[in-house]
């Protein structure tokens, strides 16, 4: 496979934004389902992810600085509702103590390990979440 073309290769601010538009004019299948830095999120897509946030049993976050307003309230908003959350990050994110539970290291090395982990344990049930749980 050839390597990737030189605007490929770097990362980071408008260049990105003018690769996936190089990518569509080249006939790809488009530009990557992304909201680049600045923009905002599609209101459905929020929507759903609140809506999301606030039904699950569990939330897995994964790789963020949790900086990045609104989606980093999700956690938070699922943990109100009465989810289970956990993070997997390499460093501290801003969102720390919305989490049950915070697996440093990189989400390659963890996540593999936690499923295996998973698919081993004899308690593993589906979880419910009764409509009176607190958060804790």
Not at 39 to 52: G, K
């Amino acid at each position: 496979m050839p390597a990737a073309p030189a605007a490929l290769r770097r990362g980071g601010g408008s260049g990105q934004r003018t690769v996936a538009h190089r990518l569509h004019r080249v006939r790809q299948p488009g530009p990557p389902g992304v909201v680049w830095f600045g923009e905002m999120l599609p209101a459905q897509a929020l929507e759903r992810a609140e809506r999301a946030a606030r039904q699950c049993s569990v939330m897995l976050v994964v790789g963020t600085s949790g900086a990045v307003w609104p989606a980093a309230g999700l956690a938070s908003a699922a943990r109100r509702a009465g989810a289970w959350v956990a993070i997997v990050n390499p460093n501290e994110s801003e969102i720390d103590d919305d989490a049950h539970l915070v697996l440093r290291g990189s989400a390659a090395h963890l996540l593999p390990r936690c499923s295996k982990a998973f698919r081993s344990s004899p308690a593993r049930r589906p979880l419910r979440r009764s409509r009176s749980a607190t958060p804790g």
